[in-house]
């Protein structure tokens, strides 16, 4: 027996996936869960394309804004929340849409990963976090990319605190414990994978970014590296790009350009991995004329598969 029913829309940065999950959510009658690791962070807003008040259309969202850039989160927490939230409005009669683009937090649910057997070991994190120290973050991301090739696609190079959370795993031999092999078929759900030719997608992006720049990102960025300096937060794409400015090493328009280059770069680090899972059904969004056409396929396409 199917114990959670949920739909997930999914994709690379910028491919529309908050808009669509909020026009499908919205035909459907249901709530959105963000599975976004960088919206679950209160001030990170424009930097994160986190949906404003108007482009929610009154849908509730959950898991946006919901600790400070500074406290500690992790992918086991989220699936703990995220289950919670689902269960809950399954017992109201509602299969929620969840929609982001951050594969750990979307294969934490749809895969079959027990976070719960695993406790740390303070020596093997203190000496990675040493060697990150004495070394670097990259150093370290490559010790990462030789053991675990797979896992280091998943996550960019400054994520330090996954990347040793990571290897103190491998070290353990808890390695099973983030076996993207074993597929969760305890619960229903369907994967809708948002889609559109690279040049076009990249197009998208630098407007995004065009578009946060007049926004005020430039102050936001402020604000989180002066008082989150260190964290995942100021670690983060749209925001780490800003040191060198701030610095006076480098010019707005070259930070603008840095942050349009690594989001190129994480976006295809996303579809590698998103096209991994056959289990996705991937929507080619310029194949339809409107976002209302492009909801209704969708619509069509889960209705069709028994959902």
């Known amino acids: 027996m199917k114990t959670r029913r949920f739909l997930v829309v999914t994709g690379p940065t910028a491919s529309g996936k908050t808009a669509v999950s909020i026009s499908l959510a919205k035909a459907l009658g249901v709530p959105v869960i963000s599975a976004d690791s960088m919206q679950i962070y209160r001030g990170c807003e424009i930097g994160t394309a986190k949906a404003t008040k108007d482009e929610m259309q009154n849908v509730p969202h959950y898991m946006l804004g919901i600790i400070t850039p500074d406290e500690p989160y992790s992918v086991a927490k989220y699936q703990q929340e995220a289950f919670s939230l689902i269960e809950r409005f399954n017992g109201e009669g509602f299969a929620p849409v969840v929609a982001g683009g951050t594969g750990l937090y979307i294969n934490a649910l749809v895969y079959q990963l027990n976070f719960g057997e695993y406790s740390s070991d303070d020596t093997?994190?203190?000496?990675?976090?040493?060697?990150?120290?004495?070394?670097?973050?990259?150093?370290?991301?490559?010790?990462?990319?030789?053991?675990?090739p797979e896992y280091a696609n998943l996550i960019v190079p400054q994520d330090t605190r996954r990347i040793i959370r990571r290897l103190e795993l491998l070290d353990s031999g808890n390695a099973e414990s983030y076996d993207f092999r074993q597929q969760n078929d305890t619960d229903e759900f369907i994967m809708i994978g948002l889609t559109m030719q690279r040049d076009v997608l990249y197009k998208r992006i630098e407007e995004r970014v065009d578009n946060m720049m007049k926004n005020g990102l430039e102050d936001e960025a402020r604000i989180i590296l002066q008082r989150y300096y260190g964290s995942n937060a100021a670690k983060?794409?749209?925001?780490?790009?800003f040191t060198a400015y701030f610095e006076g090493k480098a010019s707005l328009e070259?930070?603008?350009?840095?942050?349009?280059?690594?989001?190129?770069?994480?976006?295809?680090?996303q579809m590698t991995w998103f096209r991994r899972d056959p289990r996705i059904e991937w929507f080619d969004v310029y194949s339809y004329p409107c976002i209302e056409d492009l909801t209704d396929g969708i619509i069509s396409f889960v209705k069709r598969k028994g959902f």
Request: no cysteine.
């Open 236 to 241: 983060a794409i749209g925001y780490k790009e």
């Open 124 to 148: 093997i994190r203190q000496k990675y976090t040493q060697l990150a120290d004495d070394k670097s973050d990259k150093y370290l991301y490559n010790v990462l990319k030789q053991k675990d």
């Open 254 to 269: 070259q930070t603008a350009a840095l942050i349009k280059r690594n989001s190129r770069r994480y976006a295809k680090r």
